[in-house]
């Protein structure tokens, strides 16, 4: 009998792990989606210090975010400057009920960077997000009131076993009735919260409940903040059938042997009959057939695992279809990505007496980066923009400048007129909500001119030839004009300036990215190192090539195999002196 109720615990404690497992991961996997599409709003304020027409547009589409609000740090304070809303006021009324609790929340994701209440003892989940501008001078804390009814249901409406979420100091989150708001230390023995508040992922245990009542209990963190879910079933519950099975024993064994026979021939009957039932319908799911359910008919243990097997097969068939989703959108990424790349030209080059080289990595499948060069007339002209943040809206940004100067290359115009019109392009395809800074410039085949026109892109950098090795004082930023954005206004006039490129002068085009390539520590590199890192690979005036491949070793040494935070594109083109 001891064995046969170690066999019970184990099932129990396995179907309740693997069900405090996959509530951990769908309650991770919805949390990260939320702060997934609310990521564009942040960045949308953050860069025009107000919510624009974008950041309404993505909120509305979202029907269970009800609140997005943007509390700036003033002086030590955070104050609310910008509020998106579906219910008007309804941001005053959260506050407002919340009282005083909410400067502490406020204080506590200025310090954890990230907090996580249900404090309203309904559906609604209240994230804090601390964010920091790109230099980190200034931090915003984002609050964003979510409803996740589906989830609080399935807390809910669990009757086999009692599932909590707890937070890091034993609040419930969600849980069965009257117990959303309470302490966990309330229900279960103290010391439990110890394991469950440690880095373990994941564990199970038997504790003894506050009224004394032994409880199997298993938890798992869910991997977002400090949330955890864990599970209780009474062990006298659990082991019902255990009990059942020694009352009926003593009778029948009081009766006739024969009986005794008998009857437990009908008893184990019943009971291989749900667990022949549980088995085939694993081997169903080992197939691959997630919509298979088993028909749960009694109480005990084995009917608690059955309808636990039911709940895993549906998560498992939901997770399912969304990695076939995610699957498709990847696979559609990658195709468009691998249309941008036709957007980029060949990465050497020789036109006339210029040698070209260039690189180019994006941040995500598709990036708002581009470059390029091309021959018009007597004249070379040399582009490169950056479209606002990264991934597919940008790079169709790219694309509609790509189509543009396909246009503009036939015809015989400066820098600046060129700019106009790329910019009247540019607006007409964004109307100004998405934006691209821009340098192009024109090399003159007679007479050595450089001609250039900057749309407040990062200026390039002359690095001319000198006696000895390159030094910081040969590096001259090409910053003589600065215009709007493309895309900012239809009608913006741009101005021109030029040089003179004398035979070994070589210029170093790039975008913002690079200063900002960060190591797994999140350290950015830094305007300081990539002014020596440009310095150390041209110290001896290299071909292009080899300057483009040493500078990029340089960052890649900082970035040790990090992921870009935005998109890296350079290129190089010196004069070679001849034809």
Same mark, same amino acid.
């Given at each position: 009998?001891?064995?046969?109720?170690?066999?019970?615990?184990?099932?129990?404690?396995?179907? =309740?792990?693997?069900?405090? !497992?996959?509530?951990?991961?769908?309650?991770?996997?919805?949390?990260?989606?939320?702060?997934?599409?609310?990521?564009?709003?942040?960045?949308?304020?953050?860069?025009?210090?107000?919510?624009?027409?974008? &950041?309404?547009?993505?909120?509305?589409?979202?029907?269970?975010?009800?609140?997005?609000?943007?509390?700036?740090?003033?002086? $030590?304070?955070?104050?609310?400057?910008?509020?998106?809303?579906?219910?008007?006021? &309804?941001?005053?009324?959260?506050? &407002?009920?919340?009282?005083?609790?909410?400067?502490?929340?406020?204080?506590?994701?200025?310090?954890?960077?990230?907090?996580?209440?249900?404090?309203?003892?309904?559906?609604?989940?209240?994230?804090?997000?601390?964010?920091?501008?790109?230099?980190?001078?200034?931090?915003?804390?984002?609050?964003?009131?979510?409803?996740?009814?589906?989830?609080?249901?399935?807390?809910?409406?669990?009757?086999?076993?009692?599932?909590?979420?707890?937070?890091?100091?034993?609040?419930?989150?969600? !849980?069965? /009735?009257?117990?959303?708001?309470?302490?966990?230390?309330?229900?279960?023995?103290?010391?439990f919260l110890k394991d469950a508040g440690s880095k373990v992922a994941q564990g199970a245990e038997t504790v003894k409940?506050?009224?004394?009542?032994?409880?199997?209990?298993?938890? #798992?963190?869910?991997?977002? @903040?400090?949330?955890?879910?864990?599970?209780?079933?009474?062990?006298?519950?659990?082991?019902?059938?255990?009990?059942?099975? +020694?009352?009926?024993?003593?009778?029948?064994? @009081?009766?006739?042997?024969?009986?005794?026979?008998? +009857?437990?021939?009908?008893?184990?009957?019943?009971?291989?009959?749900?667990?022949?039932?549980?088995? *085939?319908?694993?081997?169903?799911?080992?197939?691959?057939?997630?919509?298979?359910?088993?028909?749960?008919?009694?109480?005990?243990?084995?009917?608690?695992?059955?309808?636990?097997?039911?709940?895993?097969?549906?998560?498992?068939?939901?997770?399912?279809?969304? =990695?076939?989703?995610?699957?498709?959108?990847?696979?559609?990424?990658?195709?468009?990505?691998?249309?941008?790349?036709?957007?980029?030209?060949?990465?050497?080059?020789?036109?006339?007496?210029?040698?070209?080289? $260039?690189?180019?990595?994006?941040?995500?499948?598709?990036?708002?980066?581009?470059?390029?060069?091309?021959?018009? $007339?007597?004249?070379?002209?040399?582009?490169? &923009?950056?479209?606002?943040?990264?991934? *597919?809206?940008? #790079?169709?940004?790219?694309?509609?400048?790509?189509?543009?100067? =396909?246009?503009?290359?036939?015809?015989?115009?400066?820098?600046?007129?060129?700019? /106009?019109?790329?910019?009247?392009?540019?607006?007409?395809?964004?109307?100004?909500?998405?934006m691209m800074t821009f340098f192009l410039a024109s090399f003159d085949l007679d007479t050595g001119e450089l001609i250039?026109?900057?749309?407040?892109?990062?200026?390039?950098?002359?690095?001319?030839?000198?006696? $000895?090795?390159?030094?910081?004082?040969?590096?001259?930023?090409?910053?003589?004009?600065?215009?709007?954005?493309?895309?900012?206004?239809?009608?913006?006039?741009? /101005?021109?300036?030029?040089?003179?490129?004398d035979a070994g002068d070589a210029v170093f085009f790039y975008t913002d990215g690079i200063p900002d390539i960060q190591?797994?520590?999140?350290?950015?590199?830094?305007?300081?190192?990539?002014?020596?890192?440009?310095?150390? *690979?041209?110290?001896?005036?290299?071909?292009?090539?080899?300057?483009?491949?040493?500078?990029?070793?340089?960052?890649?040494?900082?970035?040790?195999?990090?992921?870009?935070?935005?998109?890296?594109?350079?290129?190089?083109?010196?004069? /070679?002196?001849?034809?």
């Amino acid at each position: 009998m001891r064995i046969f109720e170690d066999d019970k615990i184990a099932y129990v404690f396995d179907s =309740t792990s693997s069900m405090s !497992g996959t509530m951990a991961t769908q309650i991770k996997t919805q949390l990260n989606g939320v702060l997934s599409t609310t990521k564009p709003i942040f960045q949308d304020y953050l860069s025009q210090q107000k919510f624009t027409s974008v &950041g309404n547009s993505i909120f509305e589409n979202e029907y269970n975010i009800e609140t997005v609000a943007a509390f700036k740090d003033v002086n $030590g304070n955070y104050q609310r400057d910008a509020t998106l809303e579906k219910v008007q006021q &309804g941001t005053d009324q959260t506050i &407002g009920t919340l009282g005083g609790r909410f400067q502490t929340y406020l204080r506590e994701a200025d310090t954890q960077g990230r907090v996580v209440k249900v404090p309203f003892n309904d559906d609604r989940v209240l994230i804090l997000e601390k964010v920091s501008n790109e230099t980190k001078t200034r931090n915003t804390i984002f609050l964003v009131v979510v409803k996740m009814s589906e989830s609080a249901e399935m807390f809910r409406a669990i009757s086999s076993q009692k599932m909590y979420l707890i937070s890091g100091d034993g609040t419930v989150l969600f !849980g069965p /009735e009257n117990t959303t708001g309470q302490k966990l230390q309330a229900i279960v023995d103290p010391s439990f919260l110890k394991d469950a508040g440690s880095k373990v992922a994941q564990g199970a245990e038997t504790v003894k409940a506050t009224d004394g009542t032994e409880l199997l209990v298993s938890f #798992a963190k869910a991997g977002f @903040g400090d949330l955890t879910v864990v599970t209780t079933v009474e062990k006298a519950k659990a082991l019902g059938a255990v009990q059942i099975l +020694i009352r009926k024993s003593l009778i029948f064994f @009081g009766i006739l042997i024969s009986l005794t026979v008998i +009857i437990s021939l009908f008893a184990s009957s019943g009971l291989t009959h749900a667990l022949t039932d549980l088995f *085939a319908a694993t081997k169903k799911v080992s197939e691959g057939d997630f919509n298979i359910r088993v028909k749960v008919d009694s109480n005990d243990e084995v009917g608690s695992l059955a309808d636990n097997f039911n709940i895993m097969a549906a998560e498992v068939s939901r997770l399912m279809e969304q =990695t076939a989703e995610k699957a498709r959108m990847e696979s559609e990424l990658q195709t468009a990505k691998t249309v941008q790349e036709t957007l980029f030209p060949e990465a050497r080059a020789k036109i006339g007496p210029l040698s070209i080289a $260039g690189y180019y990595e994006p941040a995500s499948e598709c990036g708002g980066d581009w470059w390029h060069y091309c021959q018009i $007339g007597n004249k070379i002209f040399l582009w490169i &923009g950056d479209a606002t943040g990264h991934g *597919a809206p940008a #790079a169709l940004i790219t694309s509609a400048a790509k189509s543009a100067s =396909t246009i503009i290359e036939k015809l015989d115009i400066s820098p600046a007129k060129a700019l /106009e019109l790329l910019n009247r392009s540019i607006y007409d395809v964004s109307r100004g909500r998405i934006m691209m800074t821009f340098f192009l410039a024109s090399f003159d085949l007679d007479t050595g001119e450089l001609i250039y026109c900057n749309a407040s892109h990062e200026a390039p950098f002359l690095m001319k030839k000198g006696d $000895g090795p390159l030094k910081k004082k040969d590096l001259i930023p090409l910053n003589e004009v600065n215009n709007p954005r493309l895309g900012q206004a239809r009608d913006s006039v741009y /101005e021109e300036t030029s040089i003179k490129l004398d035979a070994g002068d070589a210029v170093f085009f790039y975008t913002d990215g690079i200063p900002d390539i960060q190591n797994p520590g999140k350290e950015a590199w830094g305007e300081r190192e990539f002014i020596k890192a440009l310095i150390a *690979a041209n110290k001896d005036y290299p071909s292009v090539g080899d300057s483009v491949d040493k500078f990029a070793v340089s960052f890649q040494d900082h970035r040790q195999g990090a992921p870009l935070v935005d998109d890296v594109t350079f290129f190089v083109v010196k004069h /070679e002196g001849t034809v």
